[in-house]
């Protein structure tokens, strides 16, 4: 029996029911992709929203239905403070589905229950609500909701009785998270056969097509006694979409003439590889260069150690290493008023050696994805055993407002 391919399970409804009342007369049956029925309805890329509409159909002329709607609303709120206490929020909205159950739908309205089975297919896309591009198409965005950052971005479940004689409406809103989950592009050849046969991946002097680099040219002091010039150069390998769970790999050259230096340079610790997340508000009515950012907040750090390259000067050392992806981390994403995204820091922290700029060498945007690609094998790791004396990175992230770690049980 052939399996099917990976993405047809990211269209369905789920198997997760969850069980939600308004009261004895109104109660929705929806199934999700969470992993428990405790938690919030969990949906992912194009699934489907199904579920059933229970109503309890009472006897009585003033008591008929005129209609039974179910609805699913994406929008963003954007939360402001006023003195003390005081808070306002505006919502605009990006994502408006709807199923309608009418008189034929709804038979003769006899006394009893009624059950109405509904489905909404989520899009990819939504219109954006930028006034600078009100028609473009965007990716739908994630539910964002992170401690002490002003804007959400939220979804929910609408079921909706109205009744023809009745004034008031009976309504049941039941919140809901939507996670898209992308994967890694492919890596390359030589870096996907490294992996399937657990063989170092060719570094870039050997497939330079294979990898992304970047140049630091730097002018140091050392040991507050004489100027010396070094260059690094940071690979990270291509395309520079990366999964969590798994290993960015990373090659590290550096160049100096002062042997002494050179020395110092290839020490453990002398370098900070560092995995950095930053989120990107931009507020309506202000310039994009006033945009709101958050500092860059660590996320992983790099291990590396010492290799042996075939060519190169002996001015040069050469380092292989990688930043471990935690699970834990929320996939980049960009939307109108809003962005996630990450990159790969280089940053010199030799002792005795003195530079002019404190910010780091090389800074490299980079995605993060929910899955590694799934037409490839998946990353490993390569590093060494700990050294003597070496601490192991750890594999969680301390609290740092705001939290953006995606829910465990997506």
Not at 170 to 185: D, Q
Not at 198 to 220: H, K, M, N, Q, R
Not at 351 to 374: M, W
Not at 380 to 393: D, F, H, M, Q, T
């Amino acid at each position: 029996m052939d399996l099917l391919p990976v993405y047809t399970a990211l269209r369905t409804s789920g198997g997760t029911k969850h069980t939600l009342r308004h009261d004895s007369n109104l109660t929705v049956h929806v199934f999700s992709h969470a992993a428990s029925n405790s938690s919030s309805p969990i949906f992912h890329d194009e699934s489907r929203v199904a579920g059933v509409v229970e109503v309890t159909m009472k006897k009585g002329p003033f008591t008929a239905i005129k209609c039974i709607t179910v609805q699913v609303r994406g929008f963003q709120r954007l939360m402001r403070c006023f003195g003390y206490g005081a808070m306002d929020s505006d919502a605009v909205e990006f994502l408006a589905l709807q199923h309608t159950f009418a008189d034929a739908d709804l038979g003769s309205q006899a006394r009893g229950r009624l059950e109405l089975p509904f489905e909404l297919q989520l899009p990819s896309t939504c219109g954006s609500i930028s006034k600078k591009a009100l028609h473009e198409a965007i990716p739908l965005p994630p539910t964002f909701a992170a401690p002490g950052f002003p804007l959400y971005i939220l979804y929910e479940l609408v079921c909706t009785v109205q009744f023809k004689f009745l004034p008031g409406d009976s309504s049941l809103t039941i919140p809901i998270k939507y996670v898209p989950r992308k994967e890694a592009g492919v890596p390359a050849p030589s870096r996907a056969l490294a992996y399937e046969t657990e063989t170092p991946i060719p570094d870039p002097a050997v497939d330079p097509g294979a990898w992304y680099s970047e140049t630091a040219e730097l002018d140091v002091r050392a040991f507050g006694a004489r100027d010396v010039h070094v260059a690094c150069t940071l690979s990270l390998p291509l395309p520079l979409e990366y999964a969590r769970g798994y290993w960015i790999p990373f090659h590290l050259a550096v160049s100096c003439g002062d042997e002494q230096v050179l020395d110092l340079l290839s020490t453990p610790g002398a370098f900070d590889v560092v995995l950095d997340r930053q989120l990107r508000l931009s507020e309506t009515k202000k310039r994009a260069s006033e945009a709101r950012e958050s500092p860059p907040n660590a996320v992983g750090h790099g291990r590396y150690w010492s290799v042996r390259s075939a060519g190169r000067p002996v001015t040069t050392r050469c380092f292989e290493g990688e930043i471990k992806v935690i699970a834990q981390l929320m996939q980049s994403f960009s939307y109108p008023r809003l962005a996630l995204s990450y990159a790969v820091h280089l940053h010199l922290t030799a002792p005795g050696l003195a530079v002019q700029k404190k910010t780091s060498l090389v800074h490299v945007p980079v995605e993060i994805t929910y899955f590694a690609a799934s037409s490839s094998p998946k990353p490993i790791s390569y590093a060494p055993p700990l050294r003597p004396g070496e601490v192991k990175e750890t594999m969680s992230v301390t609290y740092a407002p705001p939290l953006l770690f995606s829910h465990m049980d997506l």
